[in-house]
Structure formats: C-alpha cells, structure tokens
C-alpha cells in the first residue's frame, strides 16, 4: 500500500502561470481532503471531494481555485494565474469513508511563486 | 463550532526529559481530538487519536495524551525526550458532522537539546 501520493513534491510558478497539484488516494478510499499550510501556520481546510462529486468547498477561496475528483485517474487541485499570497504547502488527505477518524495524509506539495 | 487552541508556540526541553505539549479544546459535544507530527519539509504524521473510549490515549513513539473533559484539555506527553521527536506538533480536532474535516491548532515546535 503506497499511502497517499501527492506530486509533485515541489513547485514552483511565475506569477500569473497556473498550478497543477496531484493527489492519488489510499487503494480503497473514495474520500478526499484539501488543506493548506501557509508559512508558520497550521493547515486549514480547503475542500472535501468524493469520486465525481465537491462535497463541501467552504475553505476554497472563491476566485482562481477549484479542484476535481474524477471517476478514474487522481483529485486535482488547480490554482489559476498564482501570485505570491498563494506560496504554501498543499496537503491530500484521504479516508475509506466521511466518518473515518483520523485520514492519512500526503507528503505534500510545496509551492513557491516567484 | 469547534476549535483547538495551542497554548505554547515553542516548547524546548533536554534530551531524556519529559515533554508536555498543551492543548484546549472548545466543542459542543464530545469530540474526537488527535495529535499530528510534523518533521521538517516532511507530511504529517498520527501520533494519537481520541475517539470516546478510554480518556489515556497511547500513541507512537512513546507518546501519550490524556482527555481531560472537566478542563477540555488534550494534552500531549512523553516521560523522555529523543532527539528524533524534534518537529511541529499540531493538536486537531474533527469537526463532525457530514464532512467531518479537521480543525487544526496553530502548532507547537518541539526542540530537543542534547
């Protein structure tokens, strides 16, 4: 079992250029979670996605962000035309089901604006 | 709403000695809390979750975290410290409900002197 996969590990974009971030999930979890760590911060939750399906985008900012959970291949995370405030480390959760406690977490994505 | 408060952004103590990391929590029903690690440039990690059965929760790495409800506290400890548990330490609690997502403390970094 691979544990979740996020790639790549590190990124880095020019202002204006977009971000692509990869998750796969756990073998068997149909359950994805978003969170960002901004610098000397905790994470904060960003979006909650099943196959096919946003289930809660609360934390999402509303303009430039949105992410997909296809029927087959990994959930993406995709930042349009990045700026500077977007440099963080982005965190893939999965879980078998909503109410599993505790997911398992990526190794995160780390990108840098410059 | 729910929510995790850390109450120590830097903790350093000497190798061999104990560790305690603090951590409160505010929620309007009995939550489930847990402790994440976070080693440099690395993803997260699950020492110890809490989730209504026994209140002394024993985690990895010889870690353990007591529930404490008449004080709302969830704090972490260790009888010796490694140098190996140098890293941030994040106390989290999940939210519950439909999305179950987490909510997590701003962190404690962990400093280990030889």
């Known amino acids: 079992n691979a544990g979740v996969m996020q790639n790549p590990r590190h990124l880095v974009r020019r202002r204006g250029q977009e971000a692509r971030l990869r998750c796969s999930p756990m073998?068997?979890?149909?359950?994805v979670y978003w969170y960002r760590q901004l610098p000397e911060e905790g994470l904060k939750f960003m979006v909650y996605l099943q196959k096919e399906n946003i289930i809660d985008e609360s934390g999402m900012p509303k303009e430039r962000f949105s992410a997909e959970f296809p029927k087959e291949g990994p959930s993406i995370l995709r930042i349009q035309q990045v700026v500077r405030g977007d440099s963080a480390a982005y965190f893939c959760?999965?879980?078998?089901?909503?109410?599993?406690?505790?997911?398992?977490f990526g190794s995160g994505t780390r990108l840098t604006v410059v | 709403a729910q929510s995790v408060t850390q109450l120590d952004s830097h903790v350093s103590v000497s190798e061999g000695t104990p560790v305690l990391l603090r951590c409160n929590y505010s929620s309007s029903y009995s939550p489930s809390l847990f402790w994440y690690v976070q080693h440099p440039n690395k993803g997260l990690q699950l020492l110890l979750k809490?989730?209504?059965?026994?209140?002394l929760v024993k985690g990895i790495n010889g870690f353990e975290a007591e529930f404490k409800k008449s004080e709302t506290s969830f704090h972490l400890t260790k009888p010796s410290a490694h140098m190996s548990d140098a890293a941030e330490y994040f106390c989290?609690?999940?939210?519950?409900?439909?999305?179950?997502?987490?909510?997590f403390g701003t962190g404690t970094l962990l400093a280990v002197q030889p």
């Open positions: 959760a999965s879980s078998p089901n909503e109410v599993s406690h505790g997911y398992t």
């Open positions: 073998k068997g979890h149909s359950h």
């Open positions: 989290v609690v999940s939210e519950g409900g439909a999305t179950n997502k987490l909510i």
């Open positions: 809490y989730t209504s059965a026994a209140t």
